[in-house]
Each structure stands twice: as structure tokens, then as C-alpha cells.
């Protein structure tokens, strides 16, 4: 089979918009803005086939209307009523196809509780919207840090070649709070020396692969003895000691996680 192509769209502060092409055929993924993938369509003579859409903020959703409107295409995304203009709903377990290829929809709630991301098997290409980022994941804007937890588990047990394609630019900041907590990481080390040549030439950090965030997202490394210790030691502070009484946790696993994403919300 032949391949497709992925192109990142960076659009407003922050986000990649990914734009999948093979021929003259065009997906598009979260497109928070319409001008930009319009731009982008139209320079490469691209038709646009389908829009899927991960979960209902503004950043990710933002140009559905415009690009509806001008090319009459299909929006896939999940049954959320915070999202117009979607024609197709998707849950847990559906497929979803573009050119010949075949994508699973995950439902993967934690930072929006209807969000979904898309996983193709055969190229070993994750779309995952706001759920992991380079060193970093989402924030719990809504339902239980668990929750989180056990997206990001998932995704940790994918096969360790995956791509991982995500929708913020946030890898710099990321890694500030990854080496407080593991500053004699030495893959972290070096992701930080590559990232900062990275960006210093306003190159992106996106996709990154399952290995480099298994090895440097302190996210998927709650487990670890040293990290947890550090994460005793936060665990009392009262912003963070508030916020737990809050969540549910119902193991150590799911605690440990619940403290360090509290902990990354304050930390400067
Ligand atoms: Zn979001
Ligand atoms: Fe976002």
C-alpha cells in the first residue's frame, strides 16, 4: 500500500494542525483555523476529503464552519454537543478510513471527557490531540485525573516505534519540569540540548516517538522510585493537597500521577 504524507499546520500561539495527503487527496485533524489549512490545501492543489476532529476546544474545532462551508466535506469527531458540524459520530472501538487506510478511534478521556484519538496500526501513526505532548500531557480540564492516567497507559503500550503526532508546540517548557524531577536523566538531557537547537531555529519537536517519551516524559514514569520521592515531597503543598480531595484515586498508580499533574499546573 502506498503511503501518505503528514504536514504539520502551526496556526494560532501554539498548535499543529495535521494535514494527511497522498496524490492530490487531503485529511485534515483538528483544524483550529480554516485560513491556514486553506493556504496550505491550495498551494499544494490539494482536495480536501474529511475533517476528524479529537475533542471540542475552540483551538482544535475553530475552522470546522469555514472549511465545511467551502469544500462540503465530511466531519468526523465525537457525539459532544459543544462541537457543530459534525456529520459523523465516533466512539470507542470504530474504525475510520481515508485512502485505503484504516484508523482506530480511541476514546481516551482525562483532559476532555468526550475526547478521542485516532491510532493506524500499520504505519504506527498516533493522532492523539491534547492527551500526550513531547515531555508533557494534557491538563484535567474536566472528570478525573485517573482518567488521564489510563489514556496515557494506553498509549504507553502501543508498539515503541509509534509516532506520535501532537497538537501543541509545548516540548521546551515540558522539559523544565521533567528535569526538576529527573535531573540525571541522560535522555533527557539530550532531548532538551536537541529540542533547544530545534527551536532556536523555529524547527518543531512534533512528532515525537513512543521510546523518547518513554524515556523522557516524566508522565509515563509516575512509577519510578526517584520521581515518586519527589512527589511525597509535593504531595503536602496545599495547592496541590486541595486539588487531590477532589479526584477520585483509587490506586497508588493513579494517585502518584494525580500529584504530579497537579504539581506541573503550578510549577514556573
Ligand atoms: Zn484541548
Ligand atoms: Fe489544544
Known sequence: MSNYQVTAIPALKDNYFWCLHQD????LIDPGDATPCIEMLKK???????VWITHHHQDHIGGITDLAQQY????????DDRISGIDHYLKQGDSVSWQSHQ???VHCPGHTNSHVIFWNPTQRHLFCGDILFSAGCGRVMEGE???LFHSLQWIASLPQDTKIFCAHEYTEANLG??????PDNHALQQ????VKELR???QATIPTYLELELATNPFLRSHLPGIRQKLDEMAGHHHIADALKKFQLNTEDEYYFAVMRLWKNIYV
Open 24 to 27: 492530490n487527496n487531503a485529511l
Open 44 to 50: 499544494n492543489q490539494l482536495t480536501l476529503n474529511a
Open 72 to 79: 462540503k466535506r465530511p466531519v468526523y469527531g465525537p457525539n
Open 103 to 105: 484508523f482506530s478511534v
Open 145 to 147: 485525573a485517573a482518567d
Open 177 to 182: 519540569f521533567a528535569l526538576h524531577l529527573e
Open 191 to 194: 532531548r532538551r540540548h536537541q
Open 200 to 202: 532556536a531555529k523555529f
